[in-house]
């Protein structure tokens, strides 16, 4: 018997807003807003999938930069050269062992990137 349920996903960041908006772009997500109006700017950013097809994403204000690898991480399904022109690096490019890519966002957080199946 399971004594917990997966809720959400959170991502840290030092520019919380900016990440906010890199993610919803790169994924098609929009901000989740509330019935009682703006939200604080230093408070987390909820996300949504507005399909509702994809996990709820909380992006949550950090002092710190990201100095060592992720120890959970987003995979996500998507057009390499479009992540790369959204600001997205490379950290390791797939490989015959490995079929996909390691990438980081604009703060440095990794994600796999799997390429769309053709």
Do not use: I
């Not at 901000?31 to 999938?49: A, I, N």
Request: proline share 10%.
């Amino acid at each position: 018997m399971a004594v917990a349920r997966f809720k959400d996903l959170c991502l840290d960041a030092r520019d919380h807003q900016a990440q906010a908006d890199w993610w919803c772009a790169v994924l098609g997500y929009v901000r989740h807003e509330s019935g009682d109006g703006p939200r604080d700017p230093t408070w987390p950013v909820p996300l949504r999938d507005p399909s509702g097809a994809g996990p709820f994403l909380w992006v949550n204000p950090v002092a710190e930069p990201k100095t060592v690898k992720n120890r959970m991480h987003l995979d996500v399904v998507g057009d390499l050269a479009g992540l790369l022109a959204a600001g997205a690096t490379m950290v390791r490019p797939r490989a015959e062992d490995r079929p996909w890519d390691v990438l980081a966002d604009p703060e440095g957080n990794e994600f796999c990137a799997f390429r769309p199946e053709a």
